[in-house]
T-cell receptor, first 114, second 112 residues
């Protein structure tokens, strides 16, 4: 069975500062990894995904994430955040084959202060 | 041209009522899903459905039932609503397994 742990429930940061949102997963097989963003009162939007190939994945809005198999991590980073990045961020994992249903972490609330 | 649309966006109803939430996708995806997001933002899969298979999360009460009139629609019916059913319900769809997974904007259900 797969699981996802997002270590921080809330991350406050000042505008233009760098940020890292942490995600660790557990799975007995190879995985697909995702980061989704949820803005207030909206649905989830895919930021980026890792399926295979390069371990550094670039997404929308200047975000990137690095897949680290040995540490079973998929941390999300942005070098300089904006107020508009304030949102809930979800890491998700799924296993190729089977039902493909991703398992979501409990989310990290990114709060960007001016 | 919304990819995955849900109606209604907000639903307030009394305990004991029966209600439905509709979901439609125009992406041509072959699988649709319902998720429940609780007050702590935790997302829990409720159902996954394609034209071959319905997968039900065993923790979902049988008061909840998905209905799919065709490949582009997956509606959620809820009988005998309870206070604990209050949450945001998200519909989603995917194609080619999990490589393209798109969410609707959610339906906020409040049971009073």
């Amino acid at each position: 069975a797969q699981s996802v742990t997002q270590l921080d429930s809330q991350v406050p940061v000042f505008e233009e500062a760098p940020v890292e949102l942490r995600c660790n997963y557990s799975s007995s097989v190879s995985v697909y990894l995702f980061w989704y963003v949820q803005y207030p009162n909206q649905g989830l939007q895919l930021l980026l995904k890792y399926l295979s190939g390069s371990t550094l994945v670039k997404g929308i809005n200047g975000f990137e994430a690095e897949f680290n198999k040995s540490q079973t991590s998929f941390h999300l980073r942005k070098p300089s955040v904006h107020i508009s990045d304030t949102a809930e961020y979800f890491c998700a994992v799924s296993e190729p084959g089977g039902s493909y249903i991703p398992t979501f972490g409990r989310g990290t609330s990114l709060i960007v202060h001016p | 041209d919304t990819a995955v649309s849900q109606t209604p966006k907000y639903l307030v109803t009394q305990m004991g009522n029966d209600k439905s939430i509709k979901c439609e996708q125009n992406l041509g995806h072959d699988t649709m899903y319902w998720y429940k997001q609780d007050s702590k933002k935790f997302l829990k899969i409720m159902f996954s459905y394609n034209n071959k298979e319905l997968i039900i999360n065993e923790t979902v009460p049988n008061r909840f039932s998905p209905k799919s009139p065709d490949k582009a629609h997956l509606n959620l019916h809820i009988n005998s609503l309870e206070l604990g059913d209050s949450a945001v319900y998200f519909c989603a769809s995917s194609q080619d397994g999990n490589r393209r997974y798109t969410f609707g904007s959610g339906t906020r259900l409040t049971v009073v």
